[in-house]
Protein backbone atom coordinates (compact mmCIF):
# COMPACT_ATOMS: atom_id res chain seq x y z
CA UNK A 1 0.00 0.00 0.00
CA UNK A 2 0.72 3.72 0.09
CA UNK A 3 3.35 4.94 2.62
CA UNK A 4 2.61 8.58 3.95
CA UNK A 5 5.76 10.25 5.70
CA UNK A 6 5.78 13.66 7.77
CA UNK A 7 8.66 15.05 8.96
CA UNK A 8 9.60 16.30 11.27
CA UNK A 9 7.84 14.06 14.03
CA UNK A 10 8.42 16.61 16.53
CA UNK A 11 8.53 20.13 16.66
CA UNK A 12 8.90 23.04 19.79
CA UNK A 13 8.29 26.86 18.68
CA UNK A 14 7.80 29.82 20.76
CA UNK A 15 4.78 31.58 19.96
CA UNK A 16 4.92 34.10 16.76
CA UNK A 17 7.30 31.90 15.15
CA UNK A 18 6.75 30.21 11.68
CA UNK A 19 6.65 26.41 10.61
CA UNK A 20 6.63 24.14 8.09
CA UNK A 21 5.61 20.70 7.93
CA UNK A 22 6.15 17.95 5.20
CA UNK A 23 4.49 14.91 3.94
CA UNK A 24 5.63 12.66 1.73
CA UNK A 25 3.95 10.11 -0.27
CA UNK A 26 5.22 7.03 -2.09
CA UNK A 27 2.67 6.65 -5.26
CA UNK A 28 -0.06 8.83 -6.88
CA UNK A 29 -3.11 10.07 -5.20
CA UNK A 30 -6.04 12.07 -5.62
CA UNK A 31 -7.26 13.16 -2.22
CA UNK A 32 -4.48 14.50 0.54
CA UNK A 33 -6.32 16.00 3.99
CA UNK A 34 -4.61 17.79 6.42
CA UNK A 35 -5.74 17.50 10.04
CA UNK A 36 -5.09 18.67 13.04
CA UNK A 37 -6.03 16.46 16.20
CA UNK A 38 -6.50 18.86 19.23
CA UNK A 39 -5.26 18.30 22.76
CA UNK A 40 -8.81 16.57 23.19
CA UNK A 41 -8.49 14.32 20.80
CA UNK A 42 -10.75 15.76 18.30
CA UNK A 43 -9.46 15.74 14.38
CA UNK A 44 -10.11 19.01 12.69
CA UNK A 45 -10.16 19.62 8.68
CA UNK A 46 -7.94 21.99 7.72
CA UNK A 47 -7.22 21.44 3.65
CA UNK A 48 -8.46 19.48 1.31
CA UNK A 49 -5.79 19.62 -1.12
CA UNK A 50 -5.16 16.73 -3.59
CA UNK A 51 -2.58 19.55 -6.18
CA UNK A 52 -1.98 23.48 -5.78
CA UNK A 53 -1.81 25.97 -2.89
CA UNK A 54 -4.63 27.06 -0.41
CA UNK A 55 -4.68 29.44 2.26
CA UNK A 56 -6.76 29.97 5.76
CA UNK A 57 -5.90 32.77 7.68
CA UNK A 58 -2.28 31.82 8.99
CA UNK A 59 -2.69 28.33 7.55
CA UNK A 60 -1.76 27.59 4.01
CA UNK A 61 -1.00 24.24 2.38
CA UNK A 62 0.48 23.32 -0.95
CA UNK A 63 0.87 20.04 -2.96
CA UNK A 64 3.40 19.08 -5.71
CA UNK A 65 1.63 15.90 -7.02
CA UNK A 66 3.89 15.60 -9.65
CA UNK A 67 6.43 15.27 -7.19
CA UNK A 68 4.43 13.37 -3.94
CA UNK A 69 4.68 15.86 -1.76
CA UNK A 70 2.49 18.42 0.11
CA UNK A 71 3.75 21.21 2.77
CA UNK A 72 1.75 22.92 5.91
CA UNK A 73 2.74 26.36 6.70
CA UNK A 74 1.30 28.06 10.01
CA UNK A 75 2.66 31.43 10.34
CA UNK A 76 2.97 33.73 13.36
CA UNK A 77 2.02 30.32 15.81
CA UNK A 78 -0.01 30.72 18.57
CA UNK A 79 0.14 28.54 21.73
CA UNK A 80 -3.56 26.99 20.39
CA UNK A 81 -1.85 25.34 17.61
CA UNK A 82 -0.31 22.86 19.54
CA UNK A 83 -1.23 19.46 18.87
CA UNK A 84 -1.00 16.74 16.17
CA UNK A 85 -0.94 17.35 12.71
CA UNK A 86 -1.78 14.45 9.74
CA UNK A 87 -1.17 14.56 6.66
CA UNK A 88 -3.82 11.68 5.21
CA UNK A 89 -4.07 10.40 1.50
CA UNK A 90 -6.29 8.60 -0.58
CA UNK A 91 -5.75 6.67 -3.99
CA UNK A 92 -7.68 4.95 -6.79
CA UNK A 93 -6.48 1.74 -6.84
CA UNK A 94 -8.47 -1.83 -7.18
CA UNK A 95 -9.61 -1.65 -3.32
CA UNK A 96 -11.74 1.32 -1.74
CA UNK A 97 -8.22 1.90 0.56
CA UNK A 98 -9.82 5.18 2.35
CA UNK A 99 -7.39 7.20 4.17
CA UNK A 100 -3.82 6.67 4.86
CA UNK A 101 -2.30 8.68 7.52
CA UNK A 102 1.18 9.54 8.00
CA UNK A 103 2.38 9.52 12.03
CA UNK A 104 1.41 13.21 12.51
CA UNK A 105 3.84 15.64 13.29
CA UNK A 106 3.56 16.67 16.92
CA UNK A 107 3.99 20.79 17.35
CA UNK A 108 4.30 22.51 20.51
CA UNK A 109 3.86 26.08 20.66
CA UNK A 110 5.57 27.37 23.75
CA UNK A 111 4.58 31.36 25.17
CA UNK B 1 -24.42 22.37 9.20
CA UNK B 2 -22.28 19.05 8.14
CA UNK B 3 -21.50 16.62 10.47
CA UNK B 4 -20.61 13.65 11.87
CA UNK B 5 -22.00 12.81 15.45
CA UNK B 6 -20.42 9.99 17.06
CA UNK B 7 -21.80 8.23 20.33
CA UNK B 8 -20.65 7.65 22.84
CA UNK B 9 -17.73 10.03 23.27
CA UNK B 10 -16.19 8.16 26.12
CA UNK B 11 -16.66 4.84 27.51
CA UNK B 12 -15.13 2.53 30.24
CA UNK B 13 -16.35 -1.05 29.96
CA UNK B 14 -15.35 -4.70 30.94
CA UNK B 15 -14.38 -7.84 28.99
CA UNK B 16 -16.94 -9.25 26.83
CA UNK B 17 -19.70 -6.62 27.64
CA UNK B 18 -21.22 -6.23 24.14
CA UNK B 19 -21.06 -2.16 23.05
CA UNK B 20 -22.08 -0.12 19.83
CA UNK B 21 -20.57 2.88 19.19
CA UNK B 22 -23.08 4.62 16.53
CA UNK B 23 -22.11 7.03 14.13
CA UNK B 24 -24.19 9.13 12.08
CA UNK B 25 -23.69 11.40 8.71
CA UNK B 26 -26.00 14.54 8.11
CA UNK B 27 -24.53 14.80 4.23
CA UNK B 28 -25.70 11.95 1.86
CA UNK B 29 -22.33 10.39 2.03
CA UNK B 30 -22.07 6.74 0.38
CA UNK B 31 -18.71 6.29 1.94
CA UNK B 32 -18.26 5.23 5.71
CA UNK B 33 -15.56 4.00 7.64
CA UNK B 34 -14.29 3.59 11.03
CA UNK B 35 -10.84 4.10 12.54
CA UNK B 36 -9.03 3.22 15.31
CA UNK B 37 -5.50 5.60 16.64
CA UNK B 38 -3.13 4.38 19.03
CA UNK B 39 0.25 5.56 20.24
CA UNK B 40 2.98 4.95 17.94
CA UNK B 41 0.53 3.07 15.18
CA UNK B 42 -1.47 6.43 13.86
CA UNK B 43 -4.08 5.60 12.39
CA UNK B 44 -5.85 2.15 11.25
CA UNK B 45 -8.49 1.81 9.15
CA UNK B 46 -11.21 -0.96 10.55
CA UNK B 47 -14.20 -1.51 8.27
CA UNK B 48 -15.66 0.76 5.54
CA UNK B 49 -18.97 0.78 3.68
CA UNK B 50 -19.70 1.98 0.25
CA UNK B 51 -22.82 2.60 0.42
CA UNK B 52 -26.33 0.41 1.85
CA UNK B 53 -25.53 -3.07 2.53
CA UNK B 54 -22.47 -2.82 1.67
CA UNK B 55 -19.40 -3.02 3.29
CA UNK B 56 -15.52 -4.65 3.64
CA UNK B 57 -12.91 -5.22 6.32
CA UNK B 58 -10.08 -2.48 6.67
CA UNK B 59 -6.82 -3.29 7.87
CA UNK B 60 -7.60 -4.27 11.40
CA UNK B 61 -10.77 -5.86 11.07
CA UNK B 62 -10.82 -8.71 14.10
CA UNK B 63 -12.82 -8.85 16.72
CA UNK B 64 -14.90 -5.90 14.98
CA UNK B 65 -18.38 -5.97 12.97
CA UNK B 66 -20.63 -3.16 11.35
CA UNK B 67 -23.70 -3.00 9.33
CA UNK B 68 -24.93 -0.50 6.89
CA UNK B 69 -28.79 -0.36 7.28
CA UNK B 70 -29.60 3.02 6.31
CA UNK B 71 -27.17 5.46 4.53
CA UNK B 72 -27.07 7.88 7.25
CA UNK B 73 -25.44 5.49 10.06
CA UNK B 74 -23.01 2.97 10.12
CA UNK B 75 -22.66 1.59 13.58
CA UNK B 76 -19.27 0.01 15.11
CA UNK B 77 -19.98 -3.11 16.79
CA UNK B 78 -17.70 -4.79 19.65
CA UNK B 79 -19.33 -8.36 20.38
CA UNK B 80 -16.73 -9.01 23.00
CA UNK B 81 -14.36 -6.55 24.01
CA UNK B 82 -11.20 -7.64 24.93
CA UNK B 83 -8.34 -4.62 26.18
CA UNK B 84 -6.85 -4.72 23.25
CA UNK B 85 -9.52 -2.51 22.08
CA UNK B 86 -8.95 0.19 24.45
CA UNK B 87 -8.00 3.16 21.69
CA UNK B 88 -9.92 5.97 20.30
CA UNK B 89 -11.80 5.25 17.62
CA UNK B 90 -12.93 7.79 14.53
CA UNK B 91 -16.10 7.10 11.93
CA UNK B 92 -15.67 9.10 8.85
CA UNK B 93 -17.84 9.67 5.71
CA UNK B 94 -17.14 11.27 2.31
CA UNK B 95 -18.91 11.67 -0.85
CA UNK B 96 -16.97 8.84 -2.81
CA UNK B 97 -14.21 6.50 -2.29
CA UNK B 98 -11.23 8.49 -2.55
CA UNK B 99 -11.77 12.17 -4.31
CA UNK B 100 -14.05 13.98 -1.95
CA UNK B 101 -12.88 15.71 1.30
CA UNK B 102 -13.85 13.18 4.20
CA UNK B 103 -15.38 14.48 8.09
CA UNK B 104 -14.95 12.92 10.68
CA UNK B 105 -16.28 12.44 14.04
CA UNK B 106 -15.43 13.81 17.24
CA UNK B 107 -13.80 10.43 18.35
CA UNK B 108 -14.81 7.41 21.12
CA UNK B 109 -12.45 7.32 23.39
CA UNK B 110 -12.99 3.55 24.96
CA UNK B 111 -11.28 1.40 27.65
CA UNK B 112 -11.95 -1.96 28.11
CA UNK B 113 -10.88 -3.10 31.74
Known amino acids: GIQVEQSPPDLILQEGANSTLRCNFS?????LQWFHQNPWGQLINLFY???GTKQNGRLSATTVATERYSLLYISSSQTTDSGVYFC?????????????FGKGTHLIIQP | EAQVTQNPRYLITVTGKKLTVTCSQN?????MSWYRQDPGLGLRQIYY???????DKGDVPEGYKVSRKEKRNFPLILESPSPNQTSLYFC????????????FGQGTRLTVV
Open chain 1, 88 to 100: AVGVVGGGADGLT
Open chain 2, 49 to 55: SMNVEVT
Open chain 2, 92 to 103: ASSLAITGGIAF
Open chain 1, 27 to 31: DSVNN
Open chain 2, 27 to 31: MNHEY
Open chain 1, 49 to 51: IPS
